[in-house]
Nanobody, 113 residues
Framework: VRLVESGGGLVPPGGSLRLSCVLSGFTLSSPYMSWVRQAPGKEAEWVGTISGSGTDAQYAPSVRGRFTISRDNAENTLYLQMNNLKPEDTALYYC???????RGQGTQVTVSS
């Protein structure tokens, strides 16, 4: 199983980024997928989860209304659209197969002026 994230970077407060995560090698088609983030010195924080079909998604209160998770099952790709970013969103973001230990290496998001 391989999960590869991309799209992170440095963005000013109020800016936007879109992260991508490509899944390969998992036998179950269209599993539930999650985004998780971890800031330096802090516990990992669940960001949100999307259903296999992509029709339902749940979000942490800290990102609800600003972040949107979507997926393209034909491309085995998960997305995280992040708008109105805040300095407290700075973290390493990684995708996971929900309910499993499989995760990617992560992509760094830094929100700073």
């Amino acid at each position: 199983v391989r999960l590869v994230e991309s799209g992170g970077g440095l963005v000013p407060p109020g800016g936007s980024l879109r992260l991508s995560c490509v899944l390969s090698g998992f036998t179950l088609s269209s599993p539930y997928m999650s985004w998780v983030r971890q800031a330096p010195g802090k516990e990992a924080e669940w960001v949100g989860t999307i259903s296999g079909s992509g029709t339902d998604a749940q979000y942490a209160p800290s990102v609800r209304g600003r972040f949107t998770i979507s997926r393209d099952n034909a491309e085995n790709t998960l997305y995280l659209q992040m708008n109105n970013l805040k300095p407290e969103d700075t973290a390493l973001y990684y995708c996971t197969i929900a309910g499993s230990m499989h995760r990617g290496q992560g992509t760094q998001v830094t929100v700073s002026s």
